[in-house]
Each structure stands twice: as structure tokens, then as C-alpha cells.
Nanobody, 115 residues
Framework: QVQVVESGGGLVQPGGSLRLSCVAS????????MGWYRQAPGKQRELVAG???????IYADSVKGRFTISRDNAKNTLYLQMNSLKPEDTAVYFC?????????WGQGTQVTVSS
């Protein structure tokens, strides 16, 4: 059974930074193209960053240049470094497969950007 735990969210002022982590058991992240998603209140969940084949990365236009996805295969952990945060980045952030949903959604981690 796959279990994932997202963490690292919090309250941050505009312009601040956070690093999110996603740790999993029951699945090996290195075998899949993983991604980070977010869901803001009243909006659909959207992909914000992900790995493509060959280790390349893709980003939503709204976060390009500010967010960086990375992974540590030895720790089976996915990261999302978020810089220059904006109020519109406020959402619950989740990890899952980028090209396909691999497991039930975790609890996510809340990111709130506000002064």
C-alpha cells in the first residue's frame, strides 16, 4: 500500500520561500515521472511542476522561474523549492505521478502567502 506524506508548507510573506517535501513508502519515485500539484479554494487541482522522461522538468507558466522540482532517489523524496512566493500561490500542495495518477492523494501541505 502506497503512503505519501507532504510537508514543508506554512505561512509566508509575499516574496518569501518555502521548500516542500514528499516522502513515500510502497512506491519507488525513481521509476516514475513525479509531479507537484496544487489546489486553491474553489479551483481545480493543477500540475505546477513535474519530471518528464530523461530527467527533464516542466513547469506551469505561473511558477516558471520561481519554483524548482527536485528529487533524492536514495531517500525516495520529492522536493519543491518555491521562491518569490505570491499570494496567488496559496493552495494545498500535493505530489503524485505527473503523467498519470499513481496513488490516492495524500493530505497535502498548506501554503499560505500573505502579509
Amino acid at each position: 500500500q502506497v503512503q505519501v506524506v507532504e510537508s514543508g508548507g506554512g505561512l509566508v510573506q509575499p516574496g518569501g520561500s518555502l521548500r516542500l517535501s514528499c516522502v513515500a513508502s510502497g512506491i519507488s519515485f525513481r521509476l516514475y515521472n513525479m509531479g507537484w500539484y496544487r489546489q486553491a479554494p474553489g479551483k481545480q487541482r493543477e500540475l505546477v511542476a513535474g519530471f518528464t522522461g530523461g530527467g527533464s522538468t516542466i513547469y506551469a507558466d505561473s511558477v516558471k522561474g520561481r519554483f524548482t522540482i527536485s528529487r533524492d532517489n536514495a531517500k525516495n523524496t520529492l522536493y519543491l523549492q518555491m521562491n518569490s512566493l505570491k499570494p496567488e500561490d496559496t493552495a494545498v500542495y500535493f505530489c503524485n505521478g505527473r503523467s498519470q495518477i499513481l496513488f490516492s492523494w495524500g493530505q497535502g501541505t498548506q501554503v499560505t502567502v500573505s502579509s
